[in-house]
């Protein structure tokens, strides 16, 4: 396990699926997490279960698109626990579309959530990360979600590619230039996971595939490694990250899809 002792983690849409796998698995590693999300009772419940296992976590709403509500996010966890060390933006959405059905409204609600959230997470992060970054033996880390799609390319999922590309390069660029600051920046790049998320994927593919059974067959034959990832396949590779064994990796991509994207 990575130690996390002494660190405090924001963790944006930590409600559920990836974000809360990650903040139970940085708790157990001695981390105070902060959950960010739309979902109040989910995320209370998730921040109630890392309590309750002699955990420190704080729950509070998120709306990733709004700086105000990052503003007053960020606040409420730095009042909770005295700073930042790590950020993780995870919130994403995904839908599937065409180009020629997809509207320019469509477009802009992808960019909105999964590219502005990760710009506002960041700048708003930043001058906590620093302050505690100047002070710590490594440093600050922020570990951004991309995905397989922000690597290849698949057909009708274009705006989600957009969008995780767009993570991809932005992870780089950050990395260079807070690097200055002792803050490391990097990404992850999971293949299908089984959350939330992943189901309205195979549902939104059955349609076209006939059932959910093929599309999932599909799926486990697209990862070499012969499975679906679960959360913690994500949540280890988030932690790793996070933690100073991972000091020397910045702007770095961590693919965690079964060997998908190898092939
Ligand atoms: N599950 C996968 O197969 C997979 C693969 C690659 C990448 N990812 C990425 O991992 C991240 C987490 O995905 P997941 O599978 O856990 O999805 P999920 O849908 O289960 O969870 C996403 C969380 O983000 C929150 N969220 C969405 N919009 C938000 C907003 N505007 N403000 C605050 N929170 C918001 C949701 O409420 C939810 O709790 C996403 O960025 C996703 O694109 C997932």
Not at 62 to 89: H, I, P, R, Y
Not at 110 to 125: E, H, R, S, W, Y
Request: proline share 2%; aromatic share 6%; glycine share 12%.
């Amino acid at each position: 396990m990575n130690n996390m002792d002494g660190k405090i983690a924001f963790i944006s849409g930590g409600a559920r699926g990836l974000g809360a796998e990650t903040a139970r698995m940085m708790a157990a590693c001695g981390a105070r997490v902060i959950i960010g999300d739309l979902l109040d009772d989910a995320g209370h419940a998730t921040a109630e279960g890392i309590i309750n296992k002699g955990g420190g976590a704080l729950y509070t709403h998120l709306d990733v698109t709004a700086e105000e509500s990052w503003q007053a996010a960020v606040k409420a966890g730095v009042d909770k626990f005295g700073g930042l060390d790590v950020l993780v933006n995870n919130a994403g959405i995904f839908f599937m579309k065409s180009t020629e059905d997809m509207t320019l409204a469509d477009w802009r609600r992808m960019c909105a959530v999964n590219l502005d959230g990760v710009f506002l997470g960041t700048k708003t992060a930043l001058p906590h990360l620093k302050a505690r970054a100047a002070k710590a033996p490594v440093g600050g880390s922020i570990i951004n979600l991309s995905s397989i799609a922000g690597i290849i390319g698949i057909a009708n999922f274009t705006a989600y590619h957009m969008s995780k590309g767009g993570v991809r390069i932005y992870t780089k660029a950050c990395a260079i230039e807070f690097a200055p600051y002792r803050i490391r920046v990097n990404s992850i790049h999971p293949g299908l996971i089984e959350t939330d998320m992943a189901k309205q994927v195979v549902t939104e593919l059955s349609g076209a595939m006939g059932s959910d059974n093929a599309v999932r067959d599909m799926f486990v034959q697209s990862h070499p490694i012969g499975r679906i990832g679960e959360p913690k396949d994500i949540a280890n590779g988030i932690t790793f990250l996070a933690s100073d064994d991972s000091a020397f990796m910045t702007g770095s991509e961590l693919v965690v899809d079964g060997g998908w994207t190898a092939q």
